[in-house]
C-alpha cells in the first residue's frame, strides 16, 4: 500500500502525525506499508510557489491512497486567487478524477450532549451524505464576472450535470446503501431546476438495478429543514456538489464535534484521499490541543473503502470508541468529568487501544 501523506497546513501536521502513529501500529503488525509526505496548501505554496506541486501532485497519482491534513491560513488570504491554498485541494480532487465525497455523520452516544440539538433527536444519528465532487455549478460553464452593456456587472455560474455524471455517483450511494440501512435519499430541487429534474429521473432508472434499496426523493429546501427536525430517518443522502457542500456541513454540526468525522473522496476505481471534514483551525494551530480523531476515522475509511480491509477498519473505528467511552477528550469535545488529553495524547490513547 502506497500512501501519500499531505499534512498541509494549521493543525494538519499535528492531526496527521497521530494517524501516522496509527498506521505505524499496522505496519508493525505486518501490513506493508509505504508512506512519503509532501507539500500542499500554503505549504505547498511556501516550497514551491504553489498550493499544489508538480511533485506532491505526482506523489499523489502514483500512491494508492492519499490522506490529507487540511489547507488554509488567513494569512494566505491576500494572495492571487490561483495560488490560494484551497486552490490546490480543488485542483488535487479534480486531478485525480475523486468525484464522490462521502461524509459520514456518526454521533457517540457519549458525545450527545456536544451537539446543540436535543440528545433525542441526535443521539444514534449515523448517516452518511453521498456529495457529487467534480460538477455541478462550482465548475459548470460559463461563469465569470462581466460587464454588460449598460455598465452593469453580472455574475454568472452554470449548473451543469450528464447523464453519467449523475449515474455514477448515484451507484456509489446504492452500493453504500446496500451495505448499510437499504435507504437512499435523493435530494434535488427538481420542481424549479432541469439540471436536478434529470439528476432525479437517473435516480429512478438506476433504482431499477437495486430493487432491495427504498429510493426517496427530497428538495434540498426540506432535506436542510428534516435534517434538524429529524435526521434520524435518513440512512444515505445523495445529492449534487454545491447542495452537498451545504448539507454535509449542516449534518456535520448535528454531531457538535466537527473535529470528530472524516471524509472519503473516491475515483472510478475507488482510490480515494481521505481527510478530516474540518479545516486548519489556524486558531489553535502548533497548540497540540486539536482533535485528532476525525483524521484517525479517515485511515479506517481508507480501509474500508480502497483497501477494502473490514478489519483494520474495525479495528481504528473500535479503538476510537474505546478512547471515548474512557472518557478521554481533547479540549473541542471535553465536558466535566472527562479526561482532558493533547492531541498527541489522543493518539497514544487510540494507538494503546488498538
Ligand atoms: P475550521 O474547520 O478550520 O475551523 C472552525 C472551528 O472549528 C475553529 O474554531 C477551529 O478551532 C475548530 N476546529 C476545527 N477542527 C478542529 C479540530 N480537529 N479540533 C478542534 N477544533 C477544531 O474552519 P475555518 O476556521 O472556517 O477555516 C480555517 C481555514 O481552513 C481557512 O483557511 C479555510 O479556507 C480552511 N478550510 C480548509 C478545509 C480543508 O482543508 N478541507 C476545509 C474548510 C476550511
Redo the contacts with the bound molecule.
Keep these: 500500500m502506497k500512501l501519500a501523506v499531505l499534512p498541509?497546513?494549521?493543525?494538519?501536521p499535528e492531526?496527521v502525525a497521530q494517524a501516522v502513529k496509527v498506521l505505524n501500529v499496522l505496519k508493525s503488525d505486518g501490513m506493508k506499508i509505504e508512506m512519503e509526505q509532501a507539500a500542499i496548501?500554503?505549504a505547498g505554496y511556501e516550497a514551491a510557489g504553489d498550493p499544489l506541486p508538480e511533485a506532491t501532485f505526482k506523489l499523489a497519482q502514483e500512491a494508492d491512497a492519499v490522506l490529507?491534513?487540511?489547507?488554509?491560513?488567513?494569512k494566505?488570504?491576500s494572495l492571487p486567487r490561483d495560488v490560494?491554498?484551497?486552490r490546490g485541494?480543488l485542483r488535487i480532487r479534480k486531478g485525480l478524477g475523486l468525484f464522490a465525497n462521502l461524509r459520514p455523520a456518526l454521533l457517540y452516544p457519549e458525545l450527545a450532549s456536544a451537539s446543540t440539538l436535543k440528545p433525542e433527536v441526535v443521539s444514534g444519528l449515523d448517516l452518511m451524505i453521498v456529495r457529487e465532487l467534480t460538477g455541478d455549478i462550482y465548475f459548470g460553464q460559463p461563469r465569470g464576472i462581466a460587464t454588460l452593456d449598460n455598465g452593469e456587472r453580472e455574475g454568472v455560474n452554470t449548473m451543469r450535470y450528464n447523464e453519467s455524471e449523475i449515474r455514477r455517483i448515484g451507484r456509489i450511494a446504492f452500493d453504500i446503501a446496500m451495505k448499510r440501512n437499504k435507504k437512499v435519499c435523493s435530494v434535488d430541487k427538481a420542481n424549479v431546476l432541469e439540471t436536478t429534474e434529470l439528476w432525479r429521473q437517473v435516480m429512478i432508472e438506476l433504482a431499477k438495478d437495486y430493487p432491495e434499496v427504498e429510493l426517496s426523493h427530497m428538495y434540498v429546501d426540506n432535506a436542510a429543514m428534516q435534517l434538524v427536525r429529524a435526521p434520524k430517518q435518513f440512512d444515505v443522502m445523495v445529492t449534487g456538489n454545491i447542495f452537498g457542500d451545504i448539507l454535509s456541513d449542516e449534518a456535520s454540526m448535528l454531531t457538535g464535534?466537527?473535529?470528530m468525522l472524516p471524509s472519503a473522496s473516491l475515483d472510478e476505481h475507488n482510490k480515494g484521499m481521505y481527510?478530516?471534514?474540518?479545516?486548519?483551525?489556524?486558531?489553535?494551530a502548533g497548540k497540540d490541543?486539536?482533535?485528532?480523531?476525525?483524521?484517525i476515522l479517515s485511515v479506517a475509511m481508507m480501509f474500508k473503502y480502497t483497501f477494502n480491509d473490514e478489519a483494520a477498519s474495525n479495528r481504528i473505528d473500535k479503538a476510537v470508541k474505546t478512547v471515548i467511552a474512557q472518557g478521554h477528550r481533547?479540549?473541542?469535545?471535553w465536558t466535566e468529568g472527562c479526561n482532558k488529553v493533547s492531541?498527541s495524547q489522543m493518539g497514544d490513547a487510540v494507538v494503546a487501544a488498538m
Design positions: 498541509g497546513d494549521g493543525i494538519g492531526i496548501g500554503g490529507l491534513g487540511a489547507v488554509g491560513d488567513w494566505y488570504d490560494r491554498p484551497e485541494l464535534s466537527i473535529g481527510e478530516p471534514s474540518h479545516g486548519s483551525a489556524p486558531d489553535i490541543v486539536a482533535n485528532p480523531l476525525a483524521t481533547t479540549a473541542d469535545i492531541c
